[in-house]
């Protein structure tokens, strides 16, 4: 009896140390977990009418000739343009659906960071540009990498991309595509929420949006967020 008990003792002993192995992993790679170094996370998500445009051979045709990008207002700045860190109508009405999402999920609202604006409207620029939906295209930084080039200091760090088309040109028609996708990412269920998680991340306090609308009509999107 005594040597029962001694086993079942040390299975027990086992079985508390396995377990807080797994946890200890998973709070490591939590998004909203308190991790002892930097999270990132990202994810990517390809909505609607059509193949997007790819670069080369694949599913679609590169960019065609014309004017490339074009910012989703009239006023706006065109994608990579000095100092542009106003995202225009569709990035407005974007950042009110994400800020209204977190509050119904007791968050605080996300404050706009010039620097990740400008992380987000150069990535748009390139994807919209013939790399396709990626977060990191070739010759590109990481997106770690790029944030911090923008002047972004950061623990945690996340960052969502999405694309449709072909959209009419006006402003609130881009609008519309752009908060659809949000939409979208908002209705994700477990365990392909990767967007979700990041908009309602407990452990992000700042975001930069960028929206554009290239020359055939394909809209580009690009959140990125910094805790």
Known sequence: MSGGR?????????????FAGVYGLLELHGVAGRAPRPVVQLSELARGGGAPPGPGPGPGPGPGPGPGPVPDTATGTAP??????????AAAQVLAVINQARTRAG?????????????????????????????????????AERISR??????????NIGDHGPAPGSAAAIAQVAVQLTLQMLNERP???GHRR??????FRRIGIRVFRDARGWVWMTQDFSG
């Open 198 to 203: 990041n908009i309602l991340s407990p452990s």
């Open 80 to 89: 990579g343009a000095a100092g542009g860190v106003s995202g225009g109508l």
């Open 191 to 193: 365990p392909d929420d």
């Open 150 to 159: 923008a002047g972004v200091s950061w623990t945690s760090c996340g960052e």
């Open 6 to 18: 001694t086993l079942l003792a040390s299975l027990t002993v086992l079985l508390v140390a396995l």
């Open 107 to 143: 968050l605080p609202g996300y404050t706009l960071s010039a620097g990740l604006e400008v992380s987000a409207g150069e990535h748009t620029a390139v994807m919209a540009g013939g790399c396709g939906l990626s977060h990191r295209c070739p010759g590109e930084a990481s997106f």
